[in-house]
């Protein structure tokens, strides 16, 4: 384990009963940071960017992770989230979206939802709007119209285009068993004073059946924030890591104890160890505590032929960087 772990932490705040105010209010800022935002992929770059703008121009951590995501949502040419997103096997694009407030401790998300290219804001205002946490389909859909989203046609004609020449491809239903895109956005973040936001934003398996929801838009799975303890998210096989309710088992490991690095590092091994064919598997993970700490890891190394592995995109002190995580196997 890296820096301070939670025991010695909570040793340390019940020790400071005994220091001066001075001596008080040096532990307090020393065992907390700026404002940190941690993302998946190299499109998470921009959003990080972008969710530190808004936070620093005084927005909530909840907009700052909502608008953060937005700017990849709006971007045609990624190909795994909003507009532009590959579509499910009938042609139609269905999205997936979360976000949680770790002071709350509470989420909204929606599932499978059609036409709208800003699911996590529609996740949002499932929280804010309603006393449920998950809105899926066409109810989904109903929702955001009557909280005055405008429906588009989500398809660009790249990602028309991908689809017509997947139709084309023989044997295609192979896809039934085995989707191949994964390049979802999760971002998490921290004020820098222990709260904690998670968000994440999916076109979900290219190709996939009508109504797959995969691991992004379920609590615990895509995302998790808990102001007790810190924030993940998840990207990869969805299919693989519900069954592990990647997001909050990171977080229970780190309520343990455990860094945000080696929380990660146990629960993929877990993954492996109970199935050694997970160690194949698209699988990658990010986590935060509440005092900025940041983990990162995928369960192998490259992901695809044609990426250098998982990369995540951070934003701490000013200036945002994208860096190539540690892989399992
Ligand atoms: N986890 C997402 C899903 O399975 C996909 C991804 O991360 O790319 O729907």
Redesign the pocket.
């Known amino acids: 384990m890296d820096g301070l772990d939670r025991r010695d932490f909570i040793k340390s705040v019940a020790g400071v009963a005994a220091l001066s105010t001075a001596e008080f209010a040096a532990a307090a800022s020393a065992a907390k940071t700026g404002p940190v935002f941690l993302a998946?992929w190299p499109h998470g770059k921009p959003a990080v960017d972008r969710a530190a703008e808004v936070f620093q121009s005084g927005g909530s951590l909840m907009d700052a992770v909502e608008k953060g995501i937005n700017v990849a949502e709006d971007d045609p040419r990624i190909m795994?989230v909003g507009y532009g997103g590959l579509p499910n096997e009938d042609g139609e694009v269905e999205l997936?979206a979360a976000i949680m407030n770790g002071t709350l401790h509470r989420a909204g998300s929606v599932c499978a939802l059609h036409s709208i290219k800003n699911p996590i804001s529609v996740a949002r205002l499932v929280i804010e709007k309603t006393r449920h946490t998950t809105l899926a389909g066409e109810g989904a859909y109903q929702f955001a119209l009557k909280e005055g989203f405008k429906p588009m046609q989500l398809l660009t004609p790249a990602s028309l285009q991908k689809w017509l020449d997947w139709r084309a491809t023989p044997n295609h239903e192979q896809y039934w068993i085995n989707a191949d895109?994964?390049?979802?956005i999760g971002l998490v973040a921290t004020d820098g004073k222990g709260h904690v936001v998670s968000g994440c934003s999916?076109s979900?398996?290219a190709w996939?059946i009508h109504g797959r929801v995969?691991?992004?838009p379920l609590v615990g799975c895509?995302v998790y924030a808990d102001d007790n303890v810190g924030a993940t998210s998840?990207?990869?096989?969805?299919?693989i890591?519900t069954n592990y309710c990647t997001s909050v088992s990171i977080v229970h490991n780190m309520a343990r104890g455990a860094s945000p690095q080696d929380a990660c590092e146990d629960l993929l091994k877990h993954m492996a160890e109970t199935d050694p064919k997970n160690r194949e598997a698209?699988v990658a993970v990010i986590a935060m505590d509440k005092q900025g700490r940041i983990g990162a890891l995928s369960m192998n190394a490259p992901l695809t032929p044609a990426q250098p592995g998982f990369q995540y995109a951070v934003w701490q002190n000013g200036e945002s960087k994208l860096v190539n995580a540690a892989a399992m196997y």
């Not at 895109?181 to 979802?184: E, G």
């Not at 998840?234 to 299919?239: K, P, Q, W």
């Open positions: 998946t795994s997936d895109n994964h390049d979802t999916t979900g398996s996939k995969g691991d992004s895509g998840a990207t990869g096989d969805g299919d890591m698209f």
